[in-house]
């Protein structure tokens, strides 16, 4: 088989090279003189990369100093480097959404085809870690992210089970949608909160607030109609244990819902929505926004110190470089 037709991890998808910046960009709004000091309203972003179906699942994999993140419906897990090539991490995935690192530096993956939480072994294939709770199949994992204390948290809503392209069209086992937390030392699953449907997860810096995004809002995209309009981000306190209480609103989206977000060291929330970035202070205080070209799935942060934003947005891999 030739190199041009080879589908094998490896795949170099896009030569080194330096990015293109977005035509046409309107600017950001800085509402707060906070953000002003973080990101130049003058900032461009950047297009890293330019050909998935729908991006999800950014993630900084600092060990091999590289952004990875999903093309569902291609189903590949994709990497970006430095450099500016794009190679395919994983190929024929099983609908691979959300991702996050270990603590032992390894990949962990939201699988919507197989259902369940992977991990990448040293040889790069994903080996199912958690399938079910309390015996019944898990209904299709979106988004994950790891605590302080080296738990895996997860979100778990049906999207996956009711859209062919995105894994495939069954009946859900679990009669709720929840958030779990998985310890990989002793293997307990315990659910954590109840959603309509959870979507996107990210801890605070200190690791005492999870914030949690609820899109039930987006079902109408599915079925043709909103049976729930719930489009929000939820933040709880965590306990000592692992536990979670104070459950709260934080935010809530002007245009479409926020799926995945990431929050920085300064405890500020960076949410997708239906028109771009919006940030927010800890305190829930908008601070501006970063318009896009198409909707955003998921961000992150990476890079040196951290001080890029990594956005997927449909088709896109975006690039927002912040100046401190």
């Known amino acids: 088989m030739s190199k041009s037709t080879d589908l094998s991890p490896g795949r170099l998808l896009r030569e080194a090279g330096p990015p293109l910046k977005l035509d046409g960009f309107t600017g950001i709004e800085v509402h707060d003189p906070r953000l002003g000091e973080v990101l130049s309203p003058d900032e461009v972003p950047s297009i890293l990369y330019q050909f998935t179906l729908h991006g999800e699942g950014t993630v900084w994999d600092a060990s091999r100093d590289r952004l990875v993140w999903s093309d569902v419906p291609n189903r590949r897990l994709l990497a970006w480097y430095p450099d500016g090539h794009v190679d395919v991490a994983i190929d024929n995935t099983q609908f691979m959404n959300g991702n996050a690192v270990d603590a032992e530096q390894r990949l962990v993956h939201c699988e919507h085809g197989r259902r369940c939480i992977s991990r990448s072994n040293a040889d790069g294939a994903p080996e199912p870690i958690v399938t079910h709770y309390q015996g019944k199949r898990l209904n299709s994992p979106n988004d994950v992210t790891v605590a302080r204390d080296s738990t895996i948290w997860f979100t778990d809503p049906t999207f996956g089970i009711l859209m062919p ?8 086992e679990l009669d709720h949608r929840s958030v779990y937390r998985f310890d990989p030392r002793d293997g307990a699953l315990r659910r954590m909160a109840d959603f309509e449907q959870p979507n996107g997860l990210f801890f605070s810096p200190d690791g005492r607030t999870l914030y949690v995004s ?6 109408g995209e599915i079925i043709g109609g909103h049976q729930r309009d719930t489009h929000e981000i939820q933040a709880f306190a965590v306990d000592a244990d692992g536990s979670l209480s104070d459950r709260r609103l934080f935010c809530r989206t002007d245009h479409g819902y926020p799926d995945g977000f990431a929050v920085d060291e300064r405890g500020w929330v960076w949410t997708t929505a239906g028109d771009g970035i919006h940030v927010y202070a800890s305190d829930g205080v908008r601070l501006g926004f970063i318009p896009m070209p198409a909707t955003p799935s998921n961000c992150c942060f990476g890079g040196p110190k ?3 934003l990594f956005i997927a947005a449909q088709s896109y891999l975006l690039a927002v470089d912040l100046s401190d």
């Open 165 to 172: 392209n995105q894994g495939s069209l069954v009946d859900p």
């Open 214 to 219: 609820d899109t039930a809002r987006s079902l």
């Open 306 to 308: 951290r001080r890029r």
